[in-house]
Nanobody, 117 residues
Framework: QVQLVESGGGLVQAGGSLRLSCAAS????????MGWYRQAPGKQRELVTF???????TYADFVKGRFTISRDNAKNTVYLQMNSLKPEDTAVYYC???????????WGQGTQVTVSS
C-alpha cells in the first residue's frame, strides 16, 4: 500500500503563489512518474501535471506557464510551484504515482488551495 501526504495549501489572493509538497511512502518501488491532480467543488478530479523519473514534465493547458512540477527522487517527494494563481485554480490538490502503466488507486487527503479574487 502507498501513503501519500500532501501539504502546502492555503488561502491566497489572485496573482499569488503557493508551493505544494507530496511525500510518498510505503510500497513505492518502480515509480515511473509522479503527478498532481485537482478536484474543484462539483467537478471531476483532473490531471494537472506530472513528471517522469527521468525528469520530463507534462502540463495541462490551463496551468502551462504558471505551474512548475519538480521531484526529489531520493526523498520520493514531488513539488508543485504555483504562480499567478487564479480563482479557478481553487480546488483540493492531490498527488499520485504512475506505476505499471497506470495511475494508482491510493490517494492522500489532499491539500486545499483557495484563491480569492
Amino acid at each position: 500500500q502507498v501513503q501519500l501526504v500532501e501539504s502546502g495549501g492555503g488561502l491566497v489572493q489572485a496573482g499569488g503563489s503557493l508551493r505544494l509538497s507530496c511525500a510518498a511512502s510505503g510500497s513505492i518501488s518502480s515509480i515511473n512518474a509522479m503527478g498532481w491532480y485537482r478536484q474543484a467543488p462539483g467537478k471531476q478530479r483532473e490531471l494537472v501535471t506530472f513528471i517522469t523519473s527521468g525528469g520530463s514534465t507534462t502540463y495541462a493547458d490551463f496551468v502551462k506557464g504558471r505551474f512548475t512540477i519538480s521531484r526529489d527522487n531520493a526523498k520520493n517527494t514531488v513539488y508543485l510551484q504555483m504562480n499567478s494563481l487564479k480563482p479557478e485554480d481553487t480546488a483540493v490538490y492531490y498527488c499520485n504515482l504512475f506505476r505499471n502503466a497506470a495511475w494508482g488507486t491510493d490517494w492522500g487527503q489532499g491539500t486545499q488551495v483557495t484563491v480569492s479574487s
